[in-house]
């Protein structure tokens, strides 16, 4: 069945006054205030999508038995909207999204949304509260976009037949913190695996996050910022790093530096940043590869000098430095500990894109307001 794309509008009675609105975008941290109205549809297997509405940012009512509680049959996306040096707003390649949101679905047993759909309701939800979205590099509108199954029953035999389509949003700054990056701490999880071939890596379901709870309170209790995921059957190969992808930087004398991110087995999350960042960086005299790397191959690398800089990215860090790595074994140190000169252009050129500042060849940046 096709989505319908007329999307009722019901404005909030009661938005956050202006002086109170500007007083949170002062300092927003990363998801923790929402705008005043959030998008939603509905799907059934009889009607399909329909009955979306723009309305008030508020709770939902569920029943105890509903299937998501039980089931976890739920997925969800990420994005930002970013204001303009002249005051206009626009999304970031949000057709990708869109893509991933459908890969997602397909993965989850859950119904696809026309990707014109997904990205008008963004649209509709950023123009309707192109207030909240906040001023300065590294300071955006995060969108989350998700679904969750609604049928109001047990019994693991079939997905559900109903599900809920929304998209709040949230004044961020960059998710490790405003201003010029500090590098992170990393600790190689031996204990734990987040995703297996055939499993569920590549979807942004919830199953995935929460089964990374465990491990992220063992790097923190070892010092640690983040965990570094490795394969499942061995557990000598890097993965990616909490919820974001890793690139490793080479630099050797007399060759153009190397850029490498682990390909897409199936296993990894397909980042959004992470192809930007595979393709921008060709442009700025970099090569960009995708590959694979061992703990031992990383370790001997840096004690060489010749793996100079490491660093993950995605849409709510969107560049953060990797600066130290720790294990039940070992630790050593990526270069000289800080944010290196290769990271940092590759985060100045991403964000001048997003906010303007930069040329877009690519045709990246979509305007919505």
Known sequence: MTATTDFEI???????????????????????????????????????????????????????????????????????AYRQHDGSITLFRPEENAARFNASARRMAMPELPPEVFVES?????????????????????????????????????????????????????????????????????????????GTGFAKTGGNYAGAFAAGLEATAHGCDQVVWLDAMEHSWVEEMGGMNLFFVFAREGARPRLMTPALTGTLLPGITRDSLLRLAPRLGYDAVEG??????????CAAGTLTEVFACGTAAVIAPVGAVRSE?????VGDGRPGPITLRLREELLGIQHGSAPDPDGWVRHVC
């Open 10 to 80: 019901h404005p909030a009675s009661g938005p956050l006054p202006a002086a109170q609105r500007a007083a949170v975008l002062e300092d927003p941290g990363f998801g923790q205030t929402f705008t005043d109205h959030m998008v939603t549809m509905r799907w059934s297997a009889e009607r399909g999508w329909h009955d979306g509405r723009l309305e008030p940012y508020g709770s939902f009512t569920l029943e105890p038995a509903t299937s998501v509680f039980h089931y976890g049959q739920a997925m969800f996306e990420g994005m930002k």
């Open 292 to 301: 694979q790397i061992s703990i031992d191959e990383w370790r001997e690398e």
């Open 122 to 198: 963004l649209e509709l939800l950023v123009s309707q509260d192109r207030g909240w979205v906040p001023e300065g590099a590294g300071r955006s509108l995060y969108l989350r976009p998700f679904m969750i199954a609604t049928d109001p029953a047990l019994g693991f035999t079939h997905p559900s037949r109903t599900f809920l389509f929304c998209v709040v949003a949230s004044p961020a700054t960059a998710y490790f913190g405003g201003g010029p990056p500090t590098s992170l701490t990393v600790w190689l999880s031996t204990s734990f695996t987040r995703a297996v071939r055939g």
């Open 329 to 333: 074994r070992e630790c050593w140190t």
